[in-house]
């Protein structure tokens, strides 16, 4: 439970434009909330006094693109293009999703992120194969104790012989999802409120493969639920079909600060603009972007329109749901590309390691509507925060600690993290899980999605990954069917 705690004397990082990065500073949470941010605060009463000599105090990380149900997944994809990963991923193992599969990929990805310190995630949970799977997903995330937004993803896995889809929900109502997706809205979170540890979000069929008819109707209806976020790929380098949908949105009147488009590359300036004047976020995902023929992340050049970036883990059948290692790729890809453009050898640096830690931390809050809740150390915001020890042979000494953050610190450096002003991970252990025995269901897990995998009929399914990364429509049975 949250209680009252004091840390003393830590280098805060605050990433609050006001405090800056305090020396010697003592952090006091109570009731879940950042009370005070300053040298020798004086504080009534019993706390929990943790001492915060030779530490960084930052803000948590907002990953804000997964599909977290992937954890089970884990190194499948590493040596995949978009086209592998639309066979493997998105017509072969996202059938072989149980309601209990989906439940631990979600819980085991969320203990992973508290981890690494992410504190809050985007959950574009694309795995409803039945009503269960969204139920299971949801309690995967609220077990973790993760701060989330869960988004509903109305995404079809194909279903074939030996998969795990239930083809009685499609047989009854090719569209269940929608009806499903209130019924969750309105059970599993009544109130949805932005201080609420995890939220109500949407993910719409694949937004640039599908009609722009469909697409219009399942934002209104996204936003008819009162998503806190509606999520979906936008723009996706080499993949980019002209679709220009920022466009087509923008002429509707669509474009809002609810939505969150992901990867975006291939955005023009004109869309750019489009997305600063209306408040859509984006979020990069700097591993499966630079690997996947997804274009250069176009974070930076986001920022430089004005527009809000932010960073996303996306998947973990790919990389860890590290941060550092997003922001490290991010900078230094960034870096590389401005030294190239530039003739000559630049001046200076091209992009500093705050610009990046910013878009990790306050980026990702202002990018899901948060930024009055969390993203940086600000008095008055929900303590979603972390305690970085510089102990370790590769953070003694440590001179600038945005640096230390950015280009040194991984996860076994990560003391304590909190979230919601509750200890979820205590002197580098997780605290609210058991971890060895959670290891071995997920174990489980894996090997049975493994076995069903292999009876995939793949040549046939070819032909339908094929559709989906040459744009030519999923199936029209999906599609087409009246909403
Ligand atoms: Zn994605």
């Not at 923008?250 to 590359?265: V, Y």
């Not at 991010?330 to 001046?347: F, M, S, T, W």
């Not at 919601?420 to 071995?440: F, H, I, M, Q």
Request: net charge negative.
């Amino acid at each position: 439970m949250p209680g009252k705690y004091l840390i003393r004397n830590a280098t805060a990082v605050t990433v609050d434009g006001k405090l800056g990065t305090i020396p010697n500073c003592d952090i006091l949470i109570e009731d879940g909330i950042i009370a005070a941010v300053g040298p020798s605060l004086s504080v009534q009463g019993d706390a929990t006094v943790i001492d915060g000599t030779d530490s960084i105090v930052s803000p948590g990380f907002v990953d804000t693109h997964r599909h977290t149900w992937q954890t089970q997944l884990r190194t499948v994809t590493t040596d995949y293009v978009l086209s592998d990963y639309a066979l493997n991923i998105r017509t072969i193992y996202g059938s072989c999703y149980t309601p209990h599969d989906a439940y631990m990929g979600n819980l085991c990805g969320a203990l992973e992120s508290i981890d690494n310190g992410i504190t809050y995630l985007v959950d574009h949970s694309h795995i409803m194969n039945s009503p269960e799977h969204a139920d299971a997903a949801i309690k995967g995330l609220r077990d973790s104790k993760i701060r989330a937004v869960f988004c509903y993803g109305l995404y079809d896995n194909p279903s074939w012989e030996g998969s795990a889809i239930d083809e009685s929900f499609n047989a009854k109502d090719s569209d269940w999802r929608l009806a499903d997706a209130k019924r969750v809205r309105e059970a599993q979170f009544p109130s949805n409120k932005p201080t609420d540890l995890v939220r109500f979000g949407f993910a719409p069929t694949e937004m640039e493969l599908t009609t722009f008819d469909r697409t219009v109707h399942e934002i209104e209806y996204g936003r008819s639920l009162e998503a806190a976020v509606i999520t979906g790929h936008v723009g996706i380098g080499k993949y980019d079909i002209g679709q220009h949908l920022v466009q087509k949105l923008e002429g509707k009147k669509l474009l809002g600060s609810d939505l969150l488009l992901s990867h975006c590359a291939s955005l023009q300036d004109s869309e750019l603009r489009a997305v600063r004047n209306s408040g859509v976020s984006l979020s990069s995902t700097p591993d499966t972007e630079l690997q996947m023929g997804m274009g250069h992340p176009i974070a930076f050049k986001a920022c430089q329109h004005g527009c809000i970036a932010s960073i996303g883990i996306d998947i973990t059948s790919n990389n860890p749901a590290d941060m550092f290692q997003q922001m490290r790729l991010l900078l230094q890809a960034q870096r590389h590309k401005e030294n190239e453009a530039h003739v000559g050898p630049l001046p200076s640096v091209a992009q500093k390691c705050y610009q990046v830690l910013r878009m990790a931390t306050m980026g990702g809050a202002e990018a899901v509507g948060l930024k009055n809740v969390i993203g940086s150390i600000t008095p008055g915001k929900r303590a979603d925060l972390l305690i970085t020890r510089c102990d370790s042979t590769r953070l003694t000494p440590v001179h600038d600690p945005v640096g230390a953050l950015v280009l040194y610190a991984n996860a076994s450096d990560i003391d304590t993290v909190f979230i919601d002003g509750e200890v979820v991970k205590n002197k580098g252990v997780l605290t609210g899980s058991d971890w060895p025995a959670v290891r071995s269901d997920l174990r489980d897990s894996a090997r049975a999605i493994m076995e069903r995998a292999a009876r995939a009929p793949r040549a046939e399914l070819q032909q339908r990954a094929e559709r989906i990364v040459k744009g030519n429509q999923l199936d029209p049975g999906v599609i087409q069917t009246k909403v």
